[in-house]
Each structure stands twice: as C-alpha cells, then as structure tokens.
C-alpha cells in the first residue's frame, strides 16, 4: 500500500503564509527541504486552502513574444488581416495572448499610458482606481485594454469584484460593457443565444440573423460555427449547406 504523507505542520504552513504569494512554490521549497519534498504541486494546493495567491511573475502582456514577433503580430493583423488564433499558432501561443500583445503596443502607439505595476505585477491603486473609473462609464474591455495595456481578464476580474463591493454597500451595479451595446465581445443572454441558433435552423443567412435579432455578424458566426459543429455529431447539418457549413443552396 501507498504510504501517506505526514500532516502538514504548523511551521511549515507559516512558511507558505510568509513566502509562498511573493516567492511561489519554488521559493518555498528553497526555504525549507521539508517542502522540496513534499513537491510544488501540493504546496500550491495548500496554499489555496490558505487562501493564498501565485505571484505574478511577469508585469507584461507581451512577455511571452519577443518584441520582433510582436511587429509581426501588429503586421499580420493589420495588413494582412489575419485573425489572432492562426496568429498564436504560428507563433506557438493562445489566441488571448496574441491578441493581448496586439493591444499591449498599440496602447503605446496611439499614445495612451500603460497601467503602472508594482514588482509582483500587480495593479498600483491609482491604476486601478483608473480602471474603475473606465468601468462606472461603461466602456468597452476592448478599449481599456488599449487605454491601460491590461489584458481582458485582469478586466474581468475587477469587474466581478467591484460589482461585488457596490452590491455590498447596497450600491447599483456597474452598467453593462459597451453601454448595453452588442458589440461582437459582448456577452448576450442564453434566450438571445438560441433564437440566433433557431434562425440559422430555419435556413437565414447570417445578415438577416443579425438584423432580426440585433447581434453582431461576428457574434452570430461563432454561434453559428458552434452549431454547426454539434449538429455535426448527430449527423445532421444546417438547411442548405453541408456537414462543414458550407452554403450549397441560396434561396
């Protein structure tokens, strides 16, 4: 049988507590051997059971592309209208962090001041005050990344907090991303979701979709693409277009 590992001491709990949200499980276990044997993944665990975060370790977007992949990232994009997700193929990273790196040095180009960090990466409270300030009016992620250089979802994650504040100070809630505008990164109810799934069921193209339903076009493509793909594993398809979602019929 497996022999179980000893219970965590209180020493070494003091020492995540210490160490563990400015050095990381690395450092933790540099400081005490104990710790080195128990391993980085068990430390992490633990570590959230204490409700202790992982440090930042970079105070860049772009940290992960070099600054020439990131020119090209910017040509690719803007020349040659390239999409980010082929764009992170090609250069080995998620679509996130392309598009990240992208609106990273284009808050530099168009002469906006990128957010102020301290040395663990996180946001100085003037900038995040800053942020908050982009948020009570409603402006899009899209643009305050570009404003501030913050990815979409350290964003997020100020949003759901802030929300959280002002709903406990019986405060109203922040106004919608985009002022309630369906911009294409919107999000938009389930209901909205399946009449755009219902209309492509019925054979509508996607210009009259999004104009009977007010969605974007880019909107109603993804859905569209996600339909497509689970009625392919039923073995069905959209009306007028094949297993792919190729049109094959127009009306």
């Not at 050095?23 to 068990?42: F, I, S």
């Not at 109203?172 to 209901?191: D, F, N, V």
Request: glycine content about 8%; proline content about 6%; overall charge positive.
């Amino acid at each position: 049988m497996r022999k179980a590992r000893p219970a965590w001491t209180t020493h070494e709990k003091n020492v995540l507590v210490r160490h563990f949200e400015s050095e990381g499980a690395e450092g933790c276990m540099t400081r005490m051997k104990k710790l080195e044997a128990r391993g980085a993944l068990a430390i992490k665990q633990v570590a959230r059971k204490l409700g202790l975060k992982e440090p930042r370790r970079h105070n860049s977007l772009i940290y992960r592309l070099t600054p020439d992949q990131v020119e090209e990232v910017i040509r690719l994009h803007d020349e040659e209208k390239i999409g980010f997700k082929p764009i992170g193929q090609r250069f080995g990273v998620c679509e996130s962090t392309a598009a990240n790196a992208y609106l990273a040095a284009m808050c530099v180009r168009r002469g906006y001041r990128p957010a102020q960090r301290d040395e663990n990466g996180h946001l100085l409270p003037d900038e995040i005050e800053r942020l908050r300030a982009f948020l009570r009016k409603g402006t899009k992620p899209r643009d305050i990344q570009i404003y501030m250089a913050i990815s979409a979802g350290a964003i997020s994650n100020e949003r759901r907090q802030y929300n959280a504040e002002l709903k406990a100070k019986g405060k109203r809630p922040l106004p919608p991303p985009g002022g309630g505008e369906r911009y294409s990164g919107a999000k938009i109810p389930k209901e909205t979701t399946r009449l755009v799934e219902q209309l492509y069921l019925e054979g509508i193209a996607t210009p009259k979709v999004s104009e009977r339903t007010g969605v974007s076009k880019t909107h109603c493509l993804r859905v569209r693409a996600k339909l497509i793909r689970r009625l392919k594993r039923k073995g069905e398809c959209l009306p007028g277009c094949d297993a792919a979602g190729k049109r094959l019929t127009y009306d």
